[in-house]
């Protein structure tokens, strides 16, 4: 018996390594570190202005309310109806992207993707370090490559921010030539610092609308594990006055 939960244990655990490793290695490339917050609002706040004025152009959050966004990130019913809701969709409603999705999948073949569970389903690190990771490409349809997701669809949306990258190439063991590092041939509006940590904001802020209820979530793990700790106490004291008499 011994031996095979030890052996279910080492399995699972092989198979959890193994998606992390492939998750991390789809773009072929190692990941940067994100350390997004979702404690600080000011930071959701500015990936919010971001996020609805550089992406929701083509990509929808079907799963989030412009009312929800609003509760949770502190902002007025005015601040987002001025500042982020450029479709005319109401306060209730749903933040759909501007372009039809017909017209999308026409234009590009296919229609941007939904961006609700984009962090959910592939991780802040590399939602951040995507977005830090497009590099011009003449050889690419739309003139852009990136290293964390080679070949992708999508221009940089973001170079006015940071500028024009261009790829460092090298060889390979087998004589194939690739990216070994990105340089920035034209600085954009931002200095590198500063785009970093604009992207981490727009990565936080989508962090935020993978989970919303992890902002509640988090600040109420705390209670529940003191009401845990507390309830622990107690049920010891009632074991402890019950079996007092049994020895």
């Not at 959890?16 to 490793?21: K, R």
Request: proline share 4%.
């Amino acid at each position: 018996m011994t031996k095979r939960v030890f052996f279910f244990i080492a399995l699972s655990l092989s198979l959890l390594l193994g998606a992390v490793s492939a998750q991390a290695s789809e773009g072929g490339g190692e990941l940067m570190s994100a350390h997004v917050s979702l404690k600080d609002k000011a930071s959701l706040q500015r990936g919010a202005r971001l996020y609805f004025n550089y992406c929701s152009g083509c990509h929808s959050l079907h799963f989030m309310r412009y009312s929800r966004m609003a509760e949770d990130l502190g902002l007025t019913e005015k601040e987002v109806m001025n500042n982020l809701n450029f479709t005319g969709a109401k306060f209730q409603g749903h933040a759909i992207a501007a372009m039809p999705e017909a017209d999308a999948a026409k234009w590009f073949g296919k229609a941007p993707p939904d961006l609700s569970l984009k962090v959910a389903e592939k991780g802040s690190d590399y939602v951040y370090s995507y977005l830090n990771s497009f590099y011009l490409d003449p050889e690419r349809p739309v003139g852009w490559n990136n290293t964390v997701f080679p070949n992708a669809s999508m221009p940089n949306p973001l170079w006015e921010l940071q500028g024009l990258q261009v790829a460092e190439k090298g060889k390979a063991a087998d004589g194939s030539e690739i990216v070994t590092g990105l340089k920035l041939e034209q600085p954009g509006r931002m200095s590198p610092e500063q785009f970093h940590a604009a992207t981490r904001d727009l990565t936080a802020f989508l962090t935020y609308v993978s989970e919303p209820a992890a902002l509640k979530r988090e600040s109420m793990g705390i209670w529940v594990l003191l009401y845990l700790a507390a309830f622990t106490f107690l049920a010891y004291l009632l074991k402890h006055e019950y079996w007092k008499d049994v020895h």
